[in-house]
């Protein structure tokens, strides 16, 4: 488990989060088996880097937050314990916490370096973006003409309208090059096949309820996530004031931490979920839940009242506004994404 899920998993203790019963997996036609089976080695492949770089830049960026409050701490501690007093038996030890402090600096530079040097966000992004589309392109294939070569070899061009960021995933475009005369091979007959549009249409049903519980999913656990953290922080910042308060008739020291450290650990909260979007991906992915059901119904109903397979029409047209809804939801956390570089923590 990676220190950002850690964190989290810590910050949402005793929250009871929505939780689905959990669905089988779904099952491609036997018609497209091929082209998801030539596509699976680079997708597993993108997937997994995708997974390792997303979890370095976003506990990079959690642990730069933390650090930072930490360093707050280990600044004031001597003074709160009295090491800094010459008659306090441990003020040799003192420089031990100015040692500390420095310490966590220095781990923060080198989180920052490590992350801006090797651009894990990026890294994130793009392999992301190709995990991605190359999932979904068995389901989009046969929503494609191959009778004839395309001018584009994105398959994702051809078909929509897509941002700049999915125009240049050349990895893509070369997957689609590679498969395409496999998938101009299989499909070449196949809305003619009323067993395939059944099970085509049964197959994009299931993947878009999976992501429809998914978005339900993690819609919940950002706004439960940002509720703690604002729960959290107004306690600290209550005890900050509580402290000031009592500093006007009480003269201690460890009120000053108190009065020093509790704004840290709550900024660093506040600055970690702020980097993180909480609110804008729970509220995106609650809207796009509510899409995606309103897709499947669409697509529901568009099979149930298609008369023959040769005429799939308004089947084709539900499909593909499902598959532009998932493109759209992609491009929207890729521009929600991007801006927040590491070094801006």
Known sequence: MALHQVIQRLLLLGVRLESFQPLPAPQPPERLLPLVEALEPEHRTFDQRALLYGHRYRSGFWAIYLLSAIAVLCAVLPLALGWDSPQHAFHPYAGVWAVSEVLVIGLVSTIYWLGHRRDWQGQWLRARTTAELAWYLPMLAPLLDFSSPGAEANWYVRAFDPGQHLRTADDVSTLCARIEPLARKILATAWSDCAFVTSYAR????????????????????????????????????????????????????????????????????????????????????????????SIGHIQTALAGMASPADPVALKASLEAALALILEEHQDWHLLVRPHHLPLA
């Open 203 to 294: 197959w994009t049903l299931d993947i878009l309820e999976h992501q429809r519980r998914y978005h339900c999913r993690v819609a919940a656990r950002q706004h439960a996530l940002l509720h703690r953290v604002h729960s959290i922080n107004g306690y600290l910042f209550g005890l900050t004031a509580l402290g000031a308060l009592l500093h006007l008739v009480v003269h201690t020291l460890w009120l000053s931490l108190v009065t020093t450290f509790f704004p840290a650990l709550g900024a660093s909260l506040h600055g970690a979920l702020a980097q993180s979007e909480a609110y804008r991906l729970g509220s995106t992915s609650e809207h796009l839940a509510k899409e995606l059901r309103n």
